[in-house]
């Protein structure tokens, strides 16, 4: 079974620029979450998507948004791009059924880098 | 809200036994996790517990869960080189959102 697939796995992008990320989940999980990943503050939860739905999010400005796919692929957006924002984004994905052990699978991430 | 606590680095001889502690702020946290994360790459699960649990053993890894205390410690026996990693402790809270604390780095020293 193929796991969690991001990409890019890099990219630079300079101050102002927007930026998307692309997550594939494993095969037959619904639910797709993105984690920002800095030295300072770890991982934070961005939010999570299950069935096309945005059923969480976190505490992150408007300039990050997400979608979910038919297929349950997902992307992440990133508009006017600030130095703060150079991080690992890492996507994992789960069954998604409320009465699972909640399992996160995780992709190798995609580390952006704001100049 | 929520929140997860944990140091940020721990120190350990090899051969020693490791312990990684950590604090969450939610009661009504259904599962409680343990993840790994290896230099390059995403986190893998280590191991999980139920909130009912007070332990929950395999192999070389232990988990301790004081709900009274909102405190869970995970313990590796025999620490090898290989255990060198970052370990993260989770909470999936009541909306179902998994929040993970910064993550400790766990050295090995010979």
């Known amino acids: 079974k193929a796991g969690v697939t991001q990409t890019p796995r890099y990219l630079i992008k300079t101050r102002g620029q927007q930026v998307t990320l692309s997550c594939s989940p494993i095969?037959?999980?619904?639910?797709v979450s993105w984690y920002q990943q800095t030295p300072g503050q770890g991982l934070q939860f961005l939010f999570e998507?299950?069935?096309?739905?945005?059923?969480n999010k976190g505490n992150f400005p408007g300039r990050f948004s997400g979608r979910q796919f038919s297929n349950s692929r997902s992307e992440m957006n990133v508009s006017t791009l600030e130095l703060g924002d150079s991080a690992l984004y890492l996507c994992?994905?789960?069954?998604?059924?409320?009465?699972?052990?909640?399992?996160?699978?995780f992709g190798e991430g995609s580390r952006l880098t704001v100049l | 809200g929520e929140d997860v606590e944990q140091s940020l680095f721990l120190s350990v001889r090899e051969g020693d036994s490791s312990v990684i502690n950590c604090t969450y702020t939610?009661?009504?946290?259904?599962?409680l996790y343990w993840y790994k994360q290896e230099p390059g790459a995403g986190l893998q699960l280590l191991t999980y517990?139920?909130?009912?649990?007070d332990m929950k053993q395999d192999q070389r890894l232990t988990v301790l869960l004081n709900k009274k205390d909102k405190h869970l410690s995970l313990r590796i026996a025999d620490t090898q080189t290989g255990d060198s990693a970052i370990y993260f402790c989770?909470?999936?809270?009541?909306?179902?959102?998994?929040?993970f604390g910064k993550g400790t780095r766990l050295h090995i020293l010979p």
């Open positions: 989770a909470e999936r809270g009541r909306d179902d959102k998994i929040i």
């Open positions: 095969s037959g999980h619904r639910s």
């Open positions: 998507y299950f069935s096309e739905t945005q059923r």
């Open positions: 939610d009661s009504s946290s259904t599962y």
């Open positions: 517990i139920f909130s009912n649990m």
């Open positions: 994992a994905s789960k069954q998604g059924a409320l009465l699972d052990t909640g399992e996160l699978f």
